[in-house]
């Protein structure tokens, strides 16, 4: 009789713990990754010595980023609801501020990323356009945003 209890109990048991979904362990934010680089004798370098603050157009007295220190790479979310979004960013040359807005035109779509994680936002970039006051020029090198979060765009700064 014990052991039938026993053997109930533990098939209980077992049938209690085996419906418990496991966590999310999986990314799923896509972000815009920006690259900020310089031209040091024909070499391209990764640069971290100009960008201080970038702002989402739209999004009054919001920063992004801003920060004592100054990056050479940034993450940058987009909007799920727009095809596009603008973003302000200040630079430095020399003592006086400089500003550049720069555009992102790209669709979107959802992509099942697993049962227990839902959905992520996959973006595909299709144009940017950038004002040219501190950057001399822009170059998409890869198109896909998604949740892998590698480099999409590299600014190269005069």
């Given amino acids: 009789m014990k052991s039938k209890i026993f053997i109930l109990l533990f098939i209980l048991v077992e049938f209690l713990f085996s419906c418990k979904e496991p966590p999310c362990e999986q990314k799923t934010d896509s972000f815009l990754q920006i690259g900020f680089y310089t031209l040091n004798k024909k070499t391209v370098v990764l640069t971290s010595d100009t960008v201080s603050n970038i702002y989402g157009i739209g999004e009054v007295g919001k920063s992004l980023y801003g920060g ?3 990056v050479s790479t940034i ?43 839902g959905f992520a936002t996959i973006f595909n970039i299709n144009s940017v356009k950038v004002s040219k006051n501190e950057f001399d020029s822009i170059k998409v090198v890869n198109s896909a945003i998604n949740t892998a979060n590698e480099e999409n765009i590299r600014i190269f700064l005069y």
């Fill in 68 to 70: 004592d220190t100054i």
């Fill in 75 to 117: 993450l940058i979310p987009l909007s799920q609801n727009q095809n596009t979004c603008s973003f302000v960013i200040k630079s430095r040359n020399g003592v006086v501020d400089v500003w550049d807005t720069l555009s992102v035109f790209y669709t979107h779509k959802p992509q099942l990323i697993s049962k227990e994680c």
